[in-house]
């Protein structure tokens, strides 16, 4: 605990999970006045996600062809999967012919790669990644794991269907898939996209309160904001 | 050798006081018990009063005072000097006030420190 | 070798002593002298290493069995040493002042078992798990089938089958 | 000049460096593929980019800074399109060159880079703000052997003017400051490939060290001016390099081929060399470019 | 017309009549001794006005009824009736300060003063040497007296030392007196200089023993350690009589015997004078304890006034308003700081912080310490001034050399004082009482002093020419000093307004001075109107505010060089104790006090060599000098300590962000283009020709390309907001150094755009600073964070700050860059000219830094209910940025009139900037401030307009809504990265940054401390040892004479 927090007048909860920073607790200002500092409610934007409706139906088309063919994808390799990636870059699959690209963070990624088995601990990272990305945004399951536990399915730490957390919009079944099988996803979403399908982020804005129930099943420590922005 | 007949009263006591003088202020200098010092300053006074004297002495005339013996109108042809004699008079008065004064610190300096000892008076320095 | 477990045997009254592999024993010792013991190696005996420690869930017998590994790299020696404690009062003396990185272990066994280890630091912080409030994992009282039905939402229609079984019946269909 | 006219004709070039800029970006991407043996991005990824990111459906903003930010950046690269004439001899293509000089461009290069920063900063990520840090303290180096390039072919040029230090390079291929001033192109052309941004100084936006550096919470259409801004600064910079270095241009077929031979000479380098830390590519500028720039002006001196 | 005589007789009479009375009617014979000592005074006063009112010459009066050499013969004058006056007056306020001890020590204590006084009045006024001696000695011994009866620890030792040295003094002088006699046959001295005898080896000895007898009286360094232990030891009311009554006495009599000696005797005055004034004031410099501190204070202005009487030969008629004017300073502020050390009542330095209960106390203190130094409006100011001057025209550079470097010494332990006064850690202890009788004798001799400041001005040559309304305003506001604050800041700005009224018809056809003038009038009104946030009555900021804005305006208005140097001094002072008033200034006050002293001494001294052969101080003949190379580097080096060139610039950062809030942007915005008004005006006399041909040109040149790069660079290193500032003043100052040694039309013009500039942003960013620090309460950058959102007025005149600073267009900064660059060329300065640009670019680091570390990144959240600066902070912020913005449309409106200033004088003719409506143009390129402005503007609104309709529904999220690789950020604090921004930089030219100068500066600081502390040990606290010290000095002085 850095003596940042040290000074301050940290208030003991109920919640033993809620980290130490997360708690309610008062500075003292400038001035000597006390400031009573809520983390959770103060540094984090409260408000619910809201639906961003498709525009007119041409125009749609139109742009839903530009995001299909500039899938931007977030480095972030969950499990044993991540190692198949970086191979998808290089000269023989060559993704990037397909307008697929790694981007380092979520805020211009529009594709989340769950790449293999899910611990509740990377799970927790995985939602606060994809819901810090902006609408329309898609997720590709990498393996057996991520569709119902895979080798892991009986263990006390691993999720064992991703749909319950995320709204998938490709699974790709295998322990583990090779590149092709992921350039073939890749395919399969870019035709969802263009077809107007793919609006897993609407999607989970409306089952919000079913997802979210869902995640906090299994995330008991979660501090943090109940949505990501 | 020194031809005493060519010595007359005038220089033998410039010299006395002279020599006086410098072993005056040697002591003053060199002695380290403070009524030696105050000694040693009276020493130099003397020796001041009589240099005082000599310089105004003139040969084979008398002490500037007037009385039956010197004649009122040629006082000045007969009679020595009389200036440094008044001088020497006031000097010896203000010396007697300095010696006095230094010895009324010597006593008061001893009943602070016990001890005449002027090495013992350096608290002030720098 | 020789000497040293003599000497062990003399001093600490180590038992079990066992050859595993070459250049590595295995031994038994009562829990209140593992850190006397360890100490003993660490400064004179030239085991500078502390490789690990683990734990053994022994349900059977009500104990806890704690491994300790030290190596001597210059002679290239490996020493286990064993030492049980109590499954109810599951509690053990910290060695973290012998070497550092052992209130790494700990902390995870603490998590994982269950063990206590009093003094040694961050020893309570969760270190694989965030906000696990159930009974330690690997205690084996813990079902972890169980848990993983009621919390992770099983996806119906998967069947578990024995291996051998399962592929006898697929390559070799026609044999019982 | 009718000012409706020029405005005119000035968005008309802007969009002509807009294009040129994309496709300059993508035909560069195409030819490293092909260096490294892959098939590559389609030749028009770079707008399907830049259509994808004003498509986007949601936006963030973290504070009236970070919504100010882009509007700088692409101001700082919209003002040094309109400050460059673009085309030597044809008054319709100088745009506004006559309010400032060579000077003018200078500066006002920071004033983008100030509002990235700006932008970045209100994000209020630490990888934004230690990106620029970097990028700054770089820029100080990058800028100083530019600096002297500039002052040796004003000294050379007598003149500070854009439009008349190309006037001084036409006649012949032989009367480019590349020819004539070798060293104060040499110089410039280290600087160059430092405010490009391409390996070796590319430790700003480096994505293995902190992602995508400044704009790291940029998005959607803040994130589509940004790259608005970087087809248009590329060529823009390319064409000034042009313009003070190789003759200038008198027509935009002229003005094309060689901004793509500058802006190839600075994505070629960075193909081969490895990243610089910052506190390594700094001495390195301050060495043998700022040597080679002192040399350019010693030249004149002497 | 009463007689001396009288007077004389009636202080003897009541000594004697005082001494019969009982302790019981000790208030009657206290009254009895007042009024026996106001009669004298009284006497003097009459004869003084007598003396003024007609010119009759001294008179002479006999005793005896006999004319010399039956008698004794008093002379009285204008001098010996001042001088008694001043005697009488000390010997009145002594008895009245005094009245408490006095009261404990009965009858005797009082009959002693009266003999004492008596003493001093026949010293004065007898013209018969062995009458002198006798009350020499009476004097003394009264003294002796005195001291005895003072009952402080060691006073009885000192007072024996002190005896046995007056003893063996005394004995020479007798024997002198003797050996006089002998030669000459009288006594009285008029008799014995009309006899115009032939000078024989034995009347040399004779005079010599005269002389070095009446000169050990005035405790020559180094043979008075004796006097110093007295000081130390003695009731600071017996010290206060013997600096100001025997000293003022002994004095006299040395001037009364000169006539008798040979010529040399002057010399030997002189030297001895002026090594007693250095040597005394470089051992001063590591002393602690307050009284004997004051010791060789007192020993080293003596020295001084010795020297002026050596000096009266060369002086000739000026040497009256000399010695007058130094004189009383000595006198009144001596005597005072005595009393004042007797109301302190303890003796470390440190202890003097108890001034600060009472504040009129520590306002007399600085009156006194400021009047030793010599600052204007104090007499010895004048008195100095005038002093050097005669020097110089005798070509005495030597002699001025030591005068300014004994004074500056002596400024170093005065300041160190005043800074323990005003900033020094509060005693726990109580306070003592102030009573009538200390309080009265102090505050009339501080109002006095103001009187004596009058007095010297008016009879001091040129002193006429002195402008002395702003003085006459400033202590209006001294007297108003109960008034609250918004009261006294609305008659300050009114005053401000008034002066710039009254003063622009002068300048308006001058651009070059009235953009100056704008600068100073205009900021400081600006910088005032900050001040109205200030609550309570803020006391003793109006005055100094007022002073230094005085100052600077006279820099303008000056047309010769006494008028430039009072200013200049009148500036220091105000800047001085502005700066001092910031929290932990002592130190950095300190520093800026003593760069500015010897930077002021270094100008006087090149004013000093500029006047020699010549007539007239106007500013004129600083062209025409006969030294041109000294004057020039000298007065220029004198003013880069104000610009805080590299090498004098380690006042400046602890100065500048240690002040006040709203003072840092009057010290650095306003304060420094003092400096860099007095090169334009040192330039302006080389002229330009001889400018080109002078390498000093070159050397600045470089000096300024050399401070911009490193004052930048340090900057971008700093984690304090303010001195963040101070350093980028300090490399904007280079800027302006560099542009200045130009010397060339577009090289000034690059100047004064820089001086502008520099005024209009730094005072901008310093306010808006100077706001934010004073709502969050640190100055540490990375503590602050994200206050754009509490502060957004604050953060846009930052913005606007930093864009001037950063040179980026449209704004003026840019202005500055683009004549810079031609300049360069133009000049062929490349490569200083490249380290310029180099520094600009750098320039841009800290900019980022400022404002990103303080308004943006995440807000912290003890800062979360800070508030908007305060308006009064917000309004010259705003008037600032509006000027700012027209600067930058529209710089022909200043820059075309300046051009054509410049170009029609005869200095830079040629190479112009040439206008063409708005657009400027050089043969090398073209500028149009108007129309770039006009074309960014409308660009960046379209831009904005487009951006806004495409993003017009973004959710407005927090400060935690960040990516952080999927984790969530630990505390704002963590977050916020701002501290040691430029890390990587550091590694890579860090080690420019390394603090050598100041290192360097240290290791002069401490030698000059360590030798001062060696040196001081000969005076070892033996009485004998100070003995032989008298024999010897009086043996080395005459092997030397003979």
């Not at chain 3, 502390?50 to 290239?76: A, H």
């Not at chain 3, 409030?133 to 972890?144: E, I, K, L, N, S």
């Not at chain 5, 010599?374 to 005495?396: M, R, T, Y």
Request: charged share 15%.
């Amino acid at each position: 605990m850095t003596e940042e927090l040290k000074d301050n007048n940290i208030e003991q909860v109920e919640d033993k999970f809620l980290a130490p920073e997360n708690r309610k607790h008062t500075v003292t200002g400038p001035e000597g006045e006390i400031i009573h500092v809520d983390p959770l409610q103060d540094y984090y934007c409260n408000e619910r996600p809201k639906a961003e409706d498709p525009r007119n139906k041409i125009v749609e088309k139109f742009l839903n062809w530009a995001r299909a063919e500039s899938l931007w994808v977030l480095g972030f390799g969950t499990g044993c999967g991540s190692i198949e990636i970086p191979p998808l870059l290089s000269p023989r699959f060559d993704a990037y012919r397909f307008g697929v690209a790694m981007r380092a963070t979520p805020r211009q990624s529009s594709v989340i790669i769950i790449s293999g088995y899910l611990a509740v601990k990377t799970l927790k990272r995985v939602i606060r990644s994809y819901e810090q990305m902006q609408n329309p945004k898609f997720v590709i399951a990498l393996g057996s794991c991520t569709i119902n536990g895979g080798m892991y399915w009986d263990s006390y730490n691993t999720i064992n269907r991703l749909d319950y957390y995320l709204p998938v919009d490709v699974y790709v079944a295998g322990c583990m898939p090779r590149p092709e099988a992921i350039l073939a996803a890749f395919d399969k979403l870019k035709t969802r996209i263009k077809e107007g399908r793919a609006e897993g982020a609407n999607e989970y804005v409306e089952k919000f309160d079913w997802y979210k129930a869902n995640q906090k099943k299994v995330i008991k420590n979660w501090n943090m904001p109940d949505y990501n922005w | 050798m020194i031809n005493f007949n060519s010595l007359n009263i005038e220089t033998v006591s410039m010299g006395i006081g002279v020599i006086l003088f410098v072993l005056g202020v040697w002591g003053i200098v060199s002695q380290k018990n403070i009524i030696k010092i105050i000694i040693s300053f009276t020493i130099v006074d003397t020796s001041i009063h009589l240099i005082l004297v000599s310089i105004g002495y003139i040969r084979g005339k008398s002490a500037p005072i007037i009385d039956a013996a010197i004649n009122k109108e040629n006082a000045a042809n007969e009679v020595v000097d009389p200036l440094p004699q008044a001088l020497v008079l006031t000097a010896i008065v203000i010396g007697l006030g300095i010696t006095a004064l230094m010895l009324s610190y010597a006593l008061r300096m001893y009943k602070e420190n016990k001890s005449l000892d002027i090495n013992k008076f350096k608290a002030l320095k720098w | 070798m020789e000497n040293l477990i003599n000497k062990l045997q003399d001093m600490f009254a180590v038992k079990d002593v066992q050859d595993s592999k070459k250049n590595q024993i295995l031994l038994t010792v009562k829990a209140s002298k593992v850190p006397a013991l360890l100490s003993f190696l660490k400064e004179f005996e030239g085991f500078k290493v502390l490789v690990m420690i683990s734990s053994v869930d022994w349900i059977e017998i009500g104990k806890f069995q704690l491994s300790y590994i030290v190596n001597d790299p210059d002679k290239k020696n490996d020493l286990i040493i064993r030492a049980f404690i109590s499954r109810k009062e599951a509690s053990m003396i910290s060695i973290h002042s012998l070497w550092g990185h052992a209130s790494t272990f700990q902390r995870e066994i603490k998590e994982m078992y269950g063990i206590d280890f009093p003094g040694s630091p961050r020893v309570d912080e969760p270190f694989l798990l965030e906000g696990w409030d159930d009974t330690p994992p690997m205690r084996r009282d813990f079902d972890t089938k169980k848990y993983s039905e009621e919390t992770f939402f099983p996806r119906p229609g998967r069947e578990s089958n024995d291996p051998a079984e399962y592929m006898k019946k697929r390559l070799y269909p026609d044999e019982k | 000049m009718d000012i409706v006219k020029k405005i005119g004709f000035v968005l008309l070039g802007l969009f002509i460096v807009l294009n040129w800029g994309l496709l300059m970006a993508g035909i560069m991407r195409k030819i490293i593929a092909r260096v490294s043996m892959r098939r590559g991005i389609k030749i028009f990824q770079p707008y399907i980019n830049l259509i994808k990111n004003y498509s986007i459906r949601s936006q963030l903003t973290h504070g009236i800074m970070f919504y100010l930010g882009p509007v700088f950046r692409l101001s700082g690269g919209v003002g040094i399109f309109l400050f460059m004439p673009m085309i030597y001899g044809s008054d319709i293509w100088n745009n506004f060159s006559f309010t400032g000089d060579l000077i003018l461009i200078a500066y006002f290069m920071f004033f983008g880079m100030l509002g990235m920063a700006l932008g970045a900063g209100e994000g209020g990520h630490p990888y934004s703000a230690i990106g620029i840090s970097r990028g700054l303290a770089q820029f100080t180096a990058i800028e100083l052997p530019l600096t002297l390039a500039i002052l040796s072919i004003a000294i050379q040029y007598q003149s500070l003017s854009i439009t008349e230090i190309v006037a001084a390079q036409q006649g012949s291929i032989l009367n480019w400051t590349l020819f004539t001033n070798p060293l104060a192109t040499g110089a410039a052309m280290i600087s160059f490939l430092g405010a490009m941004g391409h390996s070796p100084f590319n430790v700003v936006m480096a994505p293995q060290e902190n992602p995508v550096g400044p704009p790291t919470e940029y998005h959607g259409t803040f994130l589509g001016v940004l790259q608005t801004n970087r087809a248009i600064l590329h060529v823009v910079e390319a064409v000034l390099y042009m313009n003070l270095f190789f003759g200038g241009a008198n027509n935009w077929i002229e003005l094309i081929v060689k901004t793509f031979f500058i802006y190839f000479w600075s994505v070629f380098v960075g193909m081969v060399f490895p990243r610089f830390r910052v506190d390594q590519s700094i001495p390195w500028l301050l060495k043998l470019p700022v040597l080679i720039g002192v040399a350019a002006i010693i030249v004149f001196i002497v | 017309m009463v007689s001396p005589i009288s007077s004389i007789a009636v202080l003897l009479g009541s000594a004697f009549l005082v001494g019969l009375f009982k302790k019981t009617s000790y208030s009657f014979a206290q009254m009895l001794s007042l009024l026996a000592i106001a009669f004298p005074l009284f006497v003097s006063a009459q004869w003084l006005i007598h003396f003024i009112g007609t010119s009759d010459g001294a008179v002479m009066l006999y005793t005896a009824g006999a004319k010399p050499p039956f008698s004794v013969s008093l002379q009285i004058g204008m001098a010996e009736a001042f001088l008694t006056l001043a005697v009488n007056l000390l010997g009145l306020l002594s008895i009245i300060y005094l009245m408490k001890p006095f009261k404990e020590l009965g009858v005797k204590a009082l009959a002693l003063l009266l003999i004492l006084v008596m003493g001093l009045n026949v010293i004065i006024l007898s013209r018969d040497i062995f009458n002198i001696f006798v009350f020499l000695e009476i004097a003394s011994i009264a003294l002796v007296g005195l001291i005895l009866l003072g009952k402080r620890k060691h006073t009885y030792s000192a007072g024996f030392k002190y005896l046995i040295a007056v003893a063996i003094i005394s004995s020479f002088l007798l024997v002198g007196i003797a050996f006089v006699y002998y030669f000459g046959s009288t006594l009285n001295i008029d008799d014995f200089v009309a006899q115009n005898l032939i000078v024989t080896k034995g009347l040399s000895t004779a005079l010599f023993l005269l002389f070095i007898a009446v000169l050990l009286e005035l405790k020559p360094f180094p043979a008075n350690g004796w006097a110093l232990d007295l000081y130390e030891a003695a009731h600071p009311g017996v010290g206060a009589l013997i600096s100001g009554g025997t000293a003022t006495a002994s004095l006299y009599v040395l001037y009364k015997i000169l006539p008798m000696g040979a010529d040399y005797w002057s010399d030997v005055l002189i030297w001895v004078g002026l090594i007693s004034f250095l040597g005394s004031n470089i051992l001063g410099i590591s002393q602690k304890n307050a009284n004997r501190l004051l010791g060789y204070s007192s020993i080293g202005q003596i020295g001084l006034l010795v020297a002026v009487i050596g000096f009266s030969d060369q002086l000739g008629s000026h040497f009256e308003a000399i010695f007058f004017s130094l004189f009383i300073s000595h006198f009144l502020a001596k005597v005072g700081l005595f009393w004042l050390s007797g109301w302190v009542g303890k003796t470390e330095l440190t202890a003097w912080s108890i001034l600060r209960t009472k504040p009129w106390l520590l306002l007399v203190f600085g009156i006194f310490l400021f009047t030793l130094i010599g600052f204007p409006p104090f007499p010895s100011f004048f008195g100095k001034w005038q002093l050097i001057v005669d020097l110089a025209s005798e070509h005495g550079f030597n002699w001025i050399v030591i005068i300014l470097a004994g004074s500056l010494f002596e400024g170093i332990y005065l300041f160190r004082w005043l800074g323990y006064a005003i900033k020094g850690e509060k005693s726990t202890e109580n306070k003592p009482l102030l009573d009538w009788q200390t309080a009265l004798p102090i505050g009339l001799f501080a109002l006095l002093i103001i009187g004596a400041g009058y007095v010297s001005n008016q009879w001091m040559p040129n002193g006429q020419s002195i402008n002395l309304i702003p003085v006459f305003f400033i202590l209006a506001l001294f007297v108003l000093d109960f008034l609250p604050a918004w009261i006294k800041n609305t008659i300050s700005i009114a005053g401000l307004v008034v002066y710039g009224y009254l003063l622009y018809p002068e300048l308006s056809d001058d651009t070059l001075r009235l953009v100056f003038a704008v600068i100073f009038l205009g900021g400081g009104i600006l910088t005032l109107i900050a001040g109205y946030s200030v609550k309570g009555k803020r006391a003793g900021f109006f005055p100094f505010a007022l002073m230094m804005f005085a100052g600077l305006i006279g820099l303008v208005e000056a047309d010769n060089l006494l008028q430039f140097f009072f200013a200049w001094e009148l500036m220091t002072l105000g800047s001085y104790v502005l700066i001092i008033r910031g929290k932990r200034s002592m130190l950095h006050a300190y520093n800026y006090m003593l760069f500015s002293l010897g930077g002021a001494y270094l100008i006087f001294m090149g004013m000093a060599m500029a006047t020699a052969g010549q007539s007239g101080i106007s500013l004129e003949i600083l062209r025409t000098t006969a030294f041109p190379g000294w004057t020039y580097a000298l007065m220029a080096i004198g003013f880069l300590t104000k610009t805080a060139a590299l090498g004098f610039h380690i006042w400046l950062p602890g100065a500048h962000a240690e002040a006040e809030s709203d003072v840092s942007p009057m010290v650095s915005g306003i304060l420094l283009k003092g400096g860099v008004f007095g090169l334009i005006v040192l330039f302006l006399a080389m002229g330009g020709e001889q400018a080109q041909a002078n390498p000093l040109v070159y050397v600045l040149g470089w000096l300024g390309a050399i401070t911009a790069l490193i004052g930048n660079l340090i900057a971008v290193f700093q984690e304090d907001a303010k001195k963040l500032l101070a350093y980028s003043s300090i490399g904007n100052l280079g800027y302006v150094l560099f542009a200045l040694a130009f010397m060339s039309n577009i090289g000034w013009m690059t100047a004064i755009t820089y001086s502008l500039n520099h005024f209009l942003f730094k005072t901008l960013l310093f306010l808006a600073i100077g706001g934010v620090v004073l709502r969050v309460k640190t100055h540490n950058m990375h503590e602050m964070g994200g206050l754009i959102k509490q502060m957004p007025l604050s953060f846009i005149a930052v913005l606007i700050g930093i864009i001037t600073l950063a040179g980026i267009p449209p704004l003026s900064g840019y202005a500055g860059k683009w004549l810079f660059y031609n300049a360069v060329i133009a000049q062929g300065w490349y490569f200083q000219g490249a380290i310029v640009f180099f520094a600009g670019t750098i320039a841009f680091l800290y900019c980022f830094k400022l404002i990103y570390a303080v308004f943006l990144g995440q807000p912290k959240d003890k800062f979360r209910q800070v508030k908007e600066a305060p308006v009064w902070y917000i309004i010259p912020q705003i008037i600032l940025i509006i000027g700012i913005m027209v600067f930058s449309a529209r710089p022909d409106l200043i820059l075309k009139p300046v051009g054509e200033l410049l170009s029609g004088s005869a200095y830079f003719p040629t190479d112009p900037l040439n206008w063409e409506s708005v657009t400027a143009s050089t043969n090398l390129g073209y500028w149009s401030g108007y129309k770039i402005m006009l074309v960014i503007g409308v660009m960046f609104m379209v831009l904005l307009g487009w951006l806004l309709l495409m993003s017009r529904k973004a959710q407005k999220i927090k400060q935690f809504d960040i990516v952080y690789a999927g984790e969530t950020p630990f505390t704002p604090g963590t977050t916020h990265f701002s501290h040691n921004m430029f890390a990587p930089l550091y590694r890579a030219i860090g080690f420019l940054t390394l603090p050598m100068i100041t290192q360097s500066w240290n290791r002069v600081n401490s030698t000059v401390h360590d030798f001062a502390d060696s040196a001081r040990k000969i005076y070892s606290g033996n009485g004998q040892s100070y003995l032989v010290q008298i024999l010897a000095y009086v043996v080395i002085v005459y092997l030397i004479l003979f």
